[in-house]
């Protein structure tokens, strides 16, 4: 079943919240998200700032020790700008040269969905000719977070959260440990393109029109967030510092080839040792994201 | 001019050791390496193990303050095995997970190199297919460090040093910051093929047939190891944790962006923003090495 | 005005819960707090483990942008027996040698209150005759946290939580930002002593009878938990790694210098630079808490 | 036997420098060290600056895998005015209120050693009365490191070096891991005052008479400095993070308490778990330096 679900309220808390849509193993949600500052497809301000949440969506069936899995159609911006910040973050820099810059601006872009590409609105001579391709994916989501507990949208963890991971675009399929009863799915924050790391701290800021899918794996457990595209699948371990966030993803990776792929843990450190690649999605938020990713081709030749 | 150099000895520190070979700048050298082991490309031990390094080689006209250009045109095993260990490092996996597993072995690969593929000699059941691509590069090369130091071939700094990064293969060239007379380049401890991260400690450990061009670029001053690809430009930051390494590299990047391409602090950020990719090149050796790169085709498209 | 109040219920969570008892600015409580596993003076389970939470308690008049004091008068073991793990945490340690220690088992101590004395109920020959005098305090307390956030009990943060700091001994006085009507003050977490840093992840868990006094200091607004001993001003900073908790902690009391002692950034600088003192109070929970402390002989000579 | 040493060349890094005295073991050296720019007791400057060294003095039978013990007789300042820098070290605070402050100066203290004080030459209103105890140590001191190595004496490691420990006042008793003959120990960098951490990144820094009395121990093997006082034994551990820093100290206590006081693991863990007290003695160098600390009383009692 497709469900068309207009969000009226936003919540800016991932937890037991009553549940906005009921939707059964196997439907798919067409939905809107708007931006981190809670503006809407039309550039008003439908919800307070700070990554404000379209959902949650209660997945019947879904009990805690099961595994959500979230298969994303389509993220496209349903409107032509987004906004960055203008300046790198403290963290990502060394504590001398961060003292000595500028305070971080706001600025505006240009997006052009049907050329696929944005731009500055008002670029300084240097980047005059920027055009960087789309690549529109959601920076946070994810379900209700375990033992009873309501986490700001700023941060992430085993539930997901605010990750800002660049390859979370249309066509991955993304799971997570389910802590609650219907597992309670919650989307925002959408970016028309970002760079590794966030490391101004946004991407291209947008409001989405989303689609998605929701099915449930029954006494499927996992302890973070999981996901596969069409090359690779991966592994998200979200905080501090980014040594911890890798030992999260590597940890569950390790785990997925044992347990999934039936290898020994001397089988999988060779094999990780030699093939794992790796991504840092955010060294921004409160929770810094690392992403441990193996090529399916590897996989498939064993 | 093209050197053929035999190395008869090798050193286990980078500092102001008697050069064994003095070039010119542009001079090309080809040379071998022995593992990290200090096993040779007949499997003889020819130094103590510990990365021990072939060099240094003096260019002449390096001076402190000067950059070193290193292009490397082949990095080619010279023999048919390599060795690895066989467990994940304790570093990048769960406290509690690293704690429950078996100590590390060391296991053989038969390395094909007309094949350009690797296996494992004797694999275990669930590794029975894996063969892996060859992609041979150096984890260890550098020049001498600044204020004197000498320091082990263990660990990495600004001049360089134990970075396995991955993606230092043949096609690449580096760039170090000059702190000695005739700037010391060694080189050494190659890998047949490596994962990110060097996460079990060890790439495929083997001797190397080496070639490579050198040239000096008077009075050009960088802070930390910089390279470019057909397709990249990159920084290298080495330190620990991971998020200092981040940071190293990252600033360096900054520093190129306004210093080499007129950019200000806003335009390199938010160019870095959204088209930064970072790689973590290791996160096992003293000081772990984070990789700050950017596509030629974004730069070239300002 | 003393209120007795014996607690039914214990929350695993801190976060906007129905208050069990509404006070006045200036009021007493006396109550009870059950172990870190839910086990009251009887040694009965009266809660489900995890560091269950007596409270919350309403403060009449705190609301969000004020401080909330409280004092605690008293805080004394209410039975004779605590217990703790009996093996060193893996994340103080390093990692290979934290990979050959065998799994931590629960151990139980005698806690001699008269005497003011703890020692092994059963003690192998090295510690046979090991007797540590008690330093009772509360390893857990806080209040609600900001943006109507529920937050397990197992963390910290700027409202509190589990700091497992054992300065916070009986005499002292602890300020928390009020993010929520009321404030809504928890505690629990009980331990009879303990060393620096939570190294073993427990300290001798224990039920307690406390008794504190709680005020409400309108229009104050602070950033993280400070407090007062009779010796010293110090401030909580909670946050991974041990980097970050010393950054928060220094920050805190460096607007404190600034902001309530007149100071100008170069003399609270000064000051702090040769006269700081920290305390780390645990490595072992989500977040670790770091204290920045400064006597109060120095700011009283000023 | 005793021998005054006055020095008339510095070393500004730790290593395999040619021997300045031969000593024998149980011999006392009386000799002077120039503060950290390389100003003498005249105020004149005696070397570069960067922590110049006094030393190496050979110690006769001192060789790897041994021990070498040093006592401190006397630390006192030999000039009446030490200086400091005046505004915290980034990485000691937030990195946005970092962002936020002037650039550090260069400021004077008056330091009095007949009556123990030290006062600014040149007070502002806020220190106008500040007045604080002597407290005179060395920052910077031990032996040549492993591996041939030289290293800058900006850090420190295995073989001690920058560590910038407030603790190592006259009285106090330190022994390092020998890597080389005749152990070639360094010291310098001395401090009238300093609190914890180091964290403007100068402590009083002043130029000493200090006097010493080395000792070896025959076989006896050490991986950290470690040290006695009157009241406690330490360990320090020397890296980046903090982290990683406490878990070198712990690692080494653990030992200690194992080795050379046959506890069992977990006899030594509950100790250190219930009477471990930690210092942060630097968070300024390129490796921080955590020192983990038991009471003597605790030890004696056993």
Redesign the interface.
């Known amino acids: 079943m497709i469900h068309s679900f207009n969000p009226q309220l936003y919540y800016?808390?991932m937890?037991q919240h009553p549940a906005v849509l009921m939707v059964q193993d196997g439907d798919t949600v067409i939905t809107t998200t708007v931006d981190a500052r809670g503006w809407d497809e039309k550039g008003e301000s439908a919800a307070a700032r700070?990554n404000p949440m379209t959902g949650p969506f209660y997945v019947e069936g879904a009990l805690p020790g099961d595994t959500l899995a979230v298969r994303f159609e389509s993220i496209t911006p349903n409107r032509d700008w987004a906004w960055?910040?203008?300046?790198?973050a403290?963290?990502?820099?060394?504590?001398?040269?961060?003292?000595s810059?500028?305070a971080s601006?706001i600025?505006h872009w240009t997006v052009d969905v049907a050329q696929g590409v944005a731009y500055?609105k008002e670029p300084?001579p240097?980047?005059?000719?920027?055009?960087?391709p789309l690549r529109p994916f959601l920076g946070c989501f994810g379900v209700a977070p375990?033992?009873?507990?309501?986490?700001?949208t700023a941060t992430s963890g085993e539930y997901g959260g605010n990750m800002d991971y660049k390859g979370l675009i249309a066509g991955t399929t993304v799971y997570f440990p389910v802590s609650a009863e219907g597992a309670l799915f919650y989307l925002g924050d959408g970016h028309a393109?970002?760079?590794?790391?966030?490391?101004?701290g946004?991407?291209?800021e947008i409001s989405m029109d989303v689609q998605f899918t929701v099915s449930v794996q029954k006494g499927k457990t996992i302890s973070w967030p999981r996901g596969q595209t069409d090359t690779h699948w991966f592994c998200i371990g979200n905080?501090?510092?980014?040594?911890?966030a890798?030992?999260?993803a590597?940890?569950e990776m390790?785990r997925l080839l044992q347990e999934d792929?039936?290898?020994?843990?001397?089988?999988?450190?060779?094999?990780?040792?030699?093939?794992?690649?790796?991504?840092?999605a955010n060294?921004f938020n409160p929770a810094?994201s690392v992403v441990c990713k193996l090529p399916k081709s590897?996989l498939s030749?064993?």
Chains 1, 2, 3, 4 share one sequence.
């Open positions: 800016h808390t937890g700070g960055t910040t203008n300046m790198l403290p963290a990502v820099i060394d504590p001398a040269v961060a003292a810059l500028p601006e600025v500055l300084t240097g980047l005059a000719k920027l055009k960087l375990s033992k009873g507990q309501f986490i700001s393109l970002q760079g590794d790391g966030e490391i101004m946004t991407g291209l905080a501090r510092p980014l040594d911890q890798l030992q999260h590597t940890t390790f792929c039936g290898l020994t843990s001397s089988e999988a450190s060779l094999l990780l040792g030699q093939a794992v690649e790796y991504e840092i060294m810094y590897v030749s064993l």
